[in-house]
């Protein structure tokens, strides 16, 4: 071993990546997380906090046989005495462990089995402005019964999610497309065992929103090209095929449209109620998937998920059947679901863009199969608790600056007992208050402290008031204000500062906070 | 690389010293986070989420130079072209991060800067009975002053902290102590300069609660038989070293005896206040430091923080002065206190002990130096949450288990939208309620599961049932009770099961839970 040398000063940094949260970044999500824990509460679902260490064999995917099992995300070897330990990681989700923990303890477990997570999740990917390695998931996810009735519910919980936390109703839409019914529309195209032209046809519907129908198109037939004047490839499908593929995708297009269409509805005398779009959108699908086996099962499905949120209350203003939701090429396996935002907000480049998705989930039965041998059926929704923060900062519904305490002054550093003393009697009306501790010397620094604290309320009491019984209690959100705008009339007329008997302290220090609300 | 084969099945278990909470576990700790939080926020401390990952060269304590930085921590090599990336380690505690954040954020900060955290921490131990590689940890400090007025509102601060999470006044003590006062007393003895022979003191004061008086007589002189029949070393103190420490240990041997000691003091006319130990604590210390300036300090140091507590009416049945608080040999550097429930509990053998401390903190001075070279004095807190959580369970509290859902039971599987509507009723009544959804073939299942759902009521409706509009609605809690105990008489009276129209699902659920409570 090298012998010990002079360590340079470590530096003050977060590895790449990562960030810290201070103060309102912490209790908004906070109280965010206990809102949403409340309606999954309510609706059956119980908590649950994994380990966030897991084994690397538990979390799957990644091959225990490489020698750096790390590959996206961020992994150790155990140390034991032959240095042969087993490779740990850091959770990347919260369904991976999930899966884990049902197979672990499915004897102990209720069947099905409703459950909550939320916690943070750890990616060992390239960092990018505003995608941290470090983030966090709420999930809900009901394992244990392949009932479309579990799937409705997780919609309609998502629904009242978003209401509890801030998103009225018609800033969002929850959306939900079946995956059978896209491998269905895929058969009748004749790309029933095609995998790899299945996977291309997907990845092309996942760009129907950039490129639009035409390009869609033509990178399904004979390739386009793109903005740069690149030449894309085409899948190579038949005009025929892709005509299908197109019809299946305009349904979004209807809806998209879907006020001029309810009112053909309405006008047609066809059906009265607001959601006669779902009907309209599997009538339309039933006819494309022809006679698919799975295309069929994928439409039934959805017929009863819209069948059952509408009994209980939840149209199609706030969840719709949507098919060109593909939510990625990964594990799922029936029903999709996706919650947006739908309201208009300006990018970084002062551009208008929709704020798009906040949420989504599916079905998925394979994961505790890994485990156990056995399938079991499950379903589950994830909701992005940064992005819906940063959404409802957006729209001015969370405030973007939290109020300081009150600051008591120290005007005479020996009578600091005085000083707490005050804070004790706020602090015990409920009112968040602290005595300045920095060194007391240069009154300004106090105020200036108050300042960037955002402090509503600043207490003093020198030796002069003391001797007369009184404090002074400064309105600082007013005063402010005042410095800002006023006139010297209402300067004069509107004083921020006021005197006040000590025993009437707490009682001032109310009404003012009263005023400033 | 070998060519891939076939996977046997992953084991299902989390990795070895980790564990998964579930249901009330996970709730029950939130609600006590956030009740914390609420404190602290009152007393004017914000909010800091720190990553959960830092550089092995911020964490420090871990020499970037050896091979493998992960001796006590979960650390691994970032990936790099060269393999040759940043050492990165899951945060051991919560002090160390928040020393790299405010060197870091310093500017930006305000001075002092009063913050909290919470979440969980990572040892890479030895896992025991009970004590897990994952835990968690919730801590206040105070960065950037000297005054004693910041440790004595944290101890203030702990002590509204306890009450609010439901221990009351009397099952637990806050003791002060100070280090400054210790390293007076090494000196007195003659060990100012001799670190080896002062940190085997310290070690030996900690063994007081252990070995008695006596023993440690023994141990800092010639040395003693351990109740094994070994011979354990001495510190080789003379006996009249070790006199002034017996002495300053037996200071709380007299607070041990507090109510006698008060009764004699207020009959000697000394004081009539409850703070009158805390003067007489001071007044032995004073004694036993003889003229040693740290010594000295020390003392005043700790009548300050006494006075300004007894100013805010924390009084010695809540926070008091106790020689005996040793806090580890960590890197505090004045006031050390810590929080022990006084009341008795019975051990795993039954046997009947004191359940201890659940908190500990104190004043640290050179935290952030290592970063940016200049002293920063700091204090703080730190609270262990599972402890406490556990003592308020073992004083029943808090529920050791918890209601489950109102579960609507499937009685015909083509209503399964009726039973939605039900539930969404409850629901938007405020009511925790779900559907059955697994295969409702067998009805006893349906009753199994609400059973380990711990349910209060199950909601019954059969064809017959909705051909008259009725539901049936049957109390679990008062079914349990009667197939308990109830006589046959009492059963007949008593029933648990009610028939009601449909429109009063909601009211009569209602009035079973209230019943229930």
């Known amino acids: 071993m090298a012998k010990p040398k002079k360590q340079p000063r470590p530096k003050a940094i977060t590895p790449k990546g990562f960030r810290d949260y201070f103060g309102q970044e912490v209790t908004q999500r906070t109280e965010m997380l206990r809102a949403i824990a409340d309606v999954y509460h309510r609706y059956g679902f119980d908590a649950l906090e994994s380990s966030a260490v897991e084994t690397v064999e538990a979390l799957g995917k990644f091959l225990p046989d490489v020698d750096r099992p790390n590959e996206g ?10 240095d042969k330990g087993d490779w740990m990681a850091l959770r990347y989700d919260l369904t991976a462990p999930l899966a884990r923990v049902y197979a672990q303890h499915r004897n102990d477990l209720p069947t099905p089995y409703r459950r909550y997570a939320m916690g943070p999740v750890w990616r060992n990917e390239k960092p990018g402005p505003g995608r941290y390695r470090q983030f966090y998931q709420c999930d809900a996810d009901t394992v244990g019964t392949a009932s479309m009735a579990a799937d409705a519910e997780i919609c309609a919980m998502l629904s009242d999610t978003l209401e509890t936390v801030g998103i009225p109703r018609g800033d969002y ?3 939900v497309n079946n995956r059978k019914v896209l491998n269905g529309v895929l058969e009748a195209m004749g790309l029933g065992e095609d995998a790899t032209a299945r996977d291309n046809v997907l990845r092309t519907i996942d760009k129907f929103d950039k490129v639009g129908e035409a390009g869609v198109r033509e990178l399904l037939t004979k390739g386009r090209l793109d903005a740069s004047g690149a030449f894309i490839d085409g899948v190579g499908l038949s005009e025929d095929q892709a005509e299908i593929c197109i019809q299946f995708l305009t349904t979004k297009a209807m809806l998209a449209n879907a006020v001029e269409f309810q009112q053909d509805v309405i006008k047609a005398g066809k059906a009265g109620t607001p959601n006669a779009i779902n009907s309209a959108v599997t009538e339309n699908l039933r006819r494309l998937v022809q006679n698919s086996a799975v ?3 994928g439409v039934q ?8 949120l509408e009994r209980q209350g939840y149209n199609t203003d706030r969840i719709t059947l949507d098919p060109s939701v593909v939510r990625g090429l990964g594990y799922y396996t029936g029903p999709v679901y996706e919650a947006e935002l739908t309201f208009e907000i300006f990018d970084e480049k002062g551009r208008k863009r929709q704020f798009g998705s906040v949420s989504g989930g599916g079905r998925y039965d394979d994961l505790v199969k890994r485990f156990t041998g056995q399938e079991v059926p499950a379903t589950g929704v994830s909701i992005g608790v940064d992005r819906l923060l940063a959404a409802l900062r957006e729209k001015g519904r969370i405030a973007a600056q939290a109020t300081g305490p009150v600051v008591v002054t120290v005007m005479d550093r020996d009578r600091m007992a005085d000083y707490q003393a005050m804070v004790a009697e706020l602090r015990n009306a409920g009112v968040r208050a602290e005595v300045y ?5 240069n009154f300004g620094n106090q105020l200036k402290y108050a300042d960037k604290r955002n402090s509503p309320i600043a207490v003093i009491e020198g030796g002069d008031e003391k001797a007369n019984g009184i404090v002074q209690i400064k309105d600082l959100i007013l005063g402010a204000k005042i410095a800002e705008s006023a006139t010297l009339e209402e300067w004069k007329e509107r004083p921020s500062q006021f005197e006040v008997p000590r025993g009437d302290l707490v009682a001032k220090v109310r009404e003012i906070l009263d005023s400033q609300d």
Chains 1, 2 share one sequence.
């Open 437 to 441: 501790l920095g060194n007391p010397k």
């Open 173 to 175: 839409l929850v959306r």
């Open 295 to 297: 295309g069929l099962e």
């Open 301 to 308: 499905e959805l017929e009863q998920i819209a069948e059952l």
């Open 73 to 82: 995300v961020f992994a150790w070897q155990e140390v034991d005495e032959n």
